[in-house]
C-alpha cells in the first residue's frame, strides 16, 4: 500500500474508534432507538439522490438494512445506553469476525481453516474474560446486547458477501434507507413519543454536531474511504487495519470520558485482537504439484535391435 494510502486507512479506524465515544455522548441527547434512526436519516439524506442505485437485488439492500441497521446499531445503543462503556463496546464488536466465520461456514459452506478456527477459540476466550470484568463491575445485560449485536454485524456481513456490490459507498447510501422507518417505529413504542419529541424539541448544536459526526464522517466517509481501498488492495491487505478500531475506541474513551481500563481488560483486549488477526490471516494457498514434464526423444528409450537373423 502506498504511504497515503496507509494513512486514509488509519483514518478510517480512528474515526470509527472515536464514533464509540461520540455514541455515548449522542446518548445524553436522544433516546437509543431514535438516536439510530436519525443517525441512518442523516446518512441517506441527501446523498441518496446523488448516488445510483446500487446494482445489487432489493432483497440484499433489505436484508442488510434490518440486520445492520435496525437489529446491530439499535441492540449496541441500547447496550450502551443500558451502561456498557464505550471503549468496552469498540472492543467487544470485534468478535463480530468470529461470527461471521461462523455464519458463512453454517450457510455458505465457507470451510475456515485451522489457523482461523484457533484464531475463533482465542478470541471468544477474550470474550468471557471481558464478560467476567463486566459480570463483576458493569451490568452484564448491557455486555449481551452489545455481544449480539456483533453476531447481527456478523449477518450482515454475510450478507453483504452474497450481495457483493461493486460499489461499497452508494451500497450503504441505499442500505441506509431501510432502517429508518422500523427505527422510528420502534422507538415511539419502547421509547414513547414525548420522549422522542422532548429530545426533537431540546435539539441544540452539540446535538446536530453528534449526527452529523455519526451519519457522515463514520457511515459516508468512512464507508467510502474503506471502500476504495478495498477496490484498490486485497482485502487481506484492508482487513487488519480494522483491529486498530479498539486501539481508537479504548484510548478516546480513556482520554474524553475518564474510563479506567484494568488489567482484565488489557486481557481480554490482547486475547480478542489477537484471535481476530488470527481469523483474519488468508488461509495458505497450496502449490499445485508440477504435471510431469513430457519426455524428450533424448530421453526415449530405444529398443536393442534384435539378435535373431
Same mark, same amino acid.
Given at each position: 500500500m502506498r504511504p497515503t494510502h496507509i494513512l486514509l486507512a488509519v483514518l478510517v479506524t480512528a474515526v470509527w474508534g472515536v464514533n464509540f465515544v461520540v455514541i455515548e455522548v449522542g446518548l445524553d441527547h436522544f433516546p437509543p432507538l431514535l438516536f439510530s434512526a436519525l443517525r441512518f436519516l442523516v446518512a441517506a439524506l441527501p446523498a441518496v439522490f446523488f448516488v445510483g442505485r446500487p446494482k445489487v437485488a432489493w432483497k440484499w439492500l433489505v436484508g $442488510? =438494512? @434490518?440486520? @445492520? =441497521? $435496525?437489529?446491530?446499531?439499535? @441492540? #449496541?445503543? *441500547? =447496550?450502551?445506553? !443500558?451502561?456498557?462503556?464505550?471503549?468496552? +463496546? +469498540? #472492543?467487544? #464488536?470485534? *468478535?463480530? !469476525?468470529v461470527f461471521t466465520a461462523l455464519i458463512a461456514f453454517a450457510v455458505l459452506g465457507e470451510r475456515p481453516a485451522r489457523i482461523r478456527v484457533v484464531g475463533m477459540a482465542v478470541a471468544l476466550a477474550g470474550i468471557a474474560v471481558a464478560a467476567v470484568h463486566e459480570g463483576a463491575s458493569g451490568p452484564l445485560t448491557a455486555f449481551g446486547l452489545t455481544v449480539a449485536a456483533a453476531a447481527c454485524w456478523g449477518v450482515s456481513n454475510v450478507l453483504t458477501r452474497k450481495a457483493a456490490p461493486p460499489d461499497a459507498l452508494n451500497f450503504m447510501v441505499w442500505v441506509s434507507t431501510v432502517p429508518i422507518l422500523p427505527l422510528v417505529g420502534l422507538s415511539l413504542l419502547f421509547e414513547g413519543p414525548s420522549r422522542d419529541l422532548d429530545a426533537l424539541r431540546s435539539l441544540d448544536w452539540q446535538g446536530v454536531g *453528534? *449526527? $452529523?459526526?455519526? !451519519?457522515? $464522517?463514520?457511515?459516508?466517509?468512512?464507508? =467510502?474511504v474503506w471502500g476504495y481501498l478495498l477496490r484498490r488492495h486485497p482485502a487481506s491487505t484492508v482487513a487488519p487495519f480494522s483491529l486498530l478500531v479498539p486501539v481508537f475506541g479504548m484510548s478516546s474513551a480513556a482520554l474524553f470520558l475518564d474510563e479506567s481500563v484494568g488489567a482484565l481488560q488489557w486481557c481480554a483486549a490482547a486475547l480478542l485482537v489477537g484471535g481476530v488477526a488470527l481469523a483474519s490471516l488468508p488461509p495458505r494457498r497450496r502449490t499445485p504439484a508440477a504435471p510431469p514434464a513430457p519426455a524428450s526423444y533424448a530421453d526415449e528409450v530405444i529398443p536393442e535391435p534384435s539378435s535373431r537373423a
Open positions: $442488510v =438494512g @434490518l440486520t @445492520l =441497521g $435496525v437489529a446491530k446499531f439499535g @441492540l #449496541l445503543f *441500547i =447496550g450502551m445506553d !443500558a451502561g456498557m462503556p464505550a471503549g468496552l +463496546s +469498540s #472492543l467487544v #464488536l470485534q *468478535i463480530q !469476525a *453528534i *449526527i $452529523v459526526y455519526v !451519519a457522515w $464522517v463514520t457511515t459516508v466517509f468512512g464507508f =467510502g
